[in-house]
T-cell receptor, first 113, second 114 residues
Framework: GESVGLHLPTLSVQEGDNSIINCAYS??????FIWYKQESGKGPQFIID?????DKRQGQRVTVLLNKTVKHLSLQIAATQPGDSAVYFC????????????FGQGTRLTINP | EAQVTQNPRYLITVTGKKLTVTCSQN?????MSWYRQDPGLGLRQIYY???????DKGDVPEGYKVSRKEKRNFPLILESPSPNQTSLYFC?????????????FGSGTRLTVV
C-alpha cells in the first residue's frame, strides 16, 4: 500500500549549521510532495512543496530535493536557528490525487545552542 | 486572519458519551478533512469532504461521523467514544482554485476517553 517514511526519527544539529531531513516514499505514481513543520502544541505548517516534474525547489532557507529514481525526498534547512526545532513531516498526495495526504512518521529536529 | 479553528483544544470524556469536535475555516475552502495523530502511526485521515454535502471515508473512519451542511464547518462526531479514540485530532482545509498549496491545519484537539 501507500507509505511514506523517514530514515531517522531524530536529528540534532548545532545552531548555524545546515540540516538535512530525509524521506523515502513507496508510491512511484505520486506526483506531488509537501514538507510540513509541526511545533509543539500546534498543527502542521506548510513549508515547501514540489511536483514530480521537478528535482529541486528552493524557498527561504529551505530546499527540497526529489530523486524519483530511488523514490527519495529531502529537506535541507540552511543556517538552522532555534526556531527550526520541530517535527518535520513529508507527505505525498498519492495515486488518488489530492483527496488525501499520506504522511511519513516525522523527524524531530533539535537545534543545539 | 486566514485560519482553521477547532474547538475544544482539550477534552476529557467518558466511554460512550457522545461528543462533537467543531471545525471552522474562514478561507472559503471547498475541501476539508479530519486527521488523527498517534505516536508511531503518524497522521491518518479519518474523513474528508470535497464540498458541501459531499463526504467520504478516509483510512480510519470507524467510530466517527462527519457532516458538511455549510462550506465553512466540518464537525467530527463520536457517537460512542471508546478509549482507543484517545488521540490528537486535526482538521485541515484547502481550495481547488489556483495552484495547490497544501493544506491549512487547525491547532488540534487533544481528546482523552476514559
Amino acid at each position: 500500500g501507500e507509505s511514506v517514511g523517514l530514515h531517522l526519527p531524530t536529528l540534532s544539529v548545532q545552531e548555524g549549521d545546515n540540516s538535512i531531513i530525509n524521506c523515502a516514499y513507496s508510491n512511484s505514481a505520486s506526483d506531488y510532495f509537501i514538507w510540513y513543520k509541526q511545533e509543539s502544541g500546534k498543527g502542521p505548517q506548510f513549508i515547501i512543496d514540489i511536483r514530480s516534474n521537478m528535482d529541486k525547489r528552493q524557498g527561504q532557507r529551505v530546499t527540497v530535493l526529489l530523486n524519483k529514481t530511488v523514490k527519495h525526498l529531502s529537506l535541507q534547512i540552511a543556517a538552522t536557528q532555534p526556531g527550526d526545532s520541530a517535527v518535520y513531516f513529508c507527505a505525498e498526495t498519492g495515486i488518488q490525487g489530492a483527496q488525501k495526504l499520506v504522511f511519513g512518521q516525522g523527524t524531530r529536529l533539535t537545534i543545539n545552542p | 486572519e486566514a485560519q482553521v479553528t477547532q474547538n475544544p483544544r482539550y477534552l476529557i470524556t467518558v466511554t460512550g458519551k457522545k461528543l462533537t469536535v467543531t471545525c471552522s475555516q474562514n478561507m472559503n475552502h471547498e475541501y476539508m478533512s479530519w486527521y488523527r495523530q498517534d505516536p508511531g502511526l503518524g497522521l491518518r485521515q479519518i474523513y474528508y469532504s470535497m464540498n458541501v454535502e459531499v463526504t467520504d471515508k478516509g483510512d480510519v473512519p470507524e467510530g466517527y461521523k462527519v457532516s458538511r451542511k455549510e462550506k465553512r464547518n466540518f464537525p467530527l462526531i463520536l457517537e460512542s467514544p471508546s478509549p482507543n479514540q484517545t488521540s490528537l485530532y486535526f482538521c485541515a482545509s484547502r481550495t481547488y482554485r489556483g495552484r495547490f498549496h497544501g493544506y491549512t491545519f487547525g491547532s488540534g484537539t487533544r481528546l482523552t476517553v476514559v
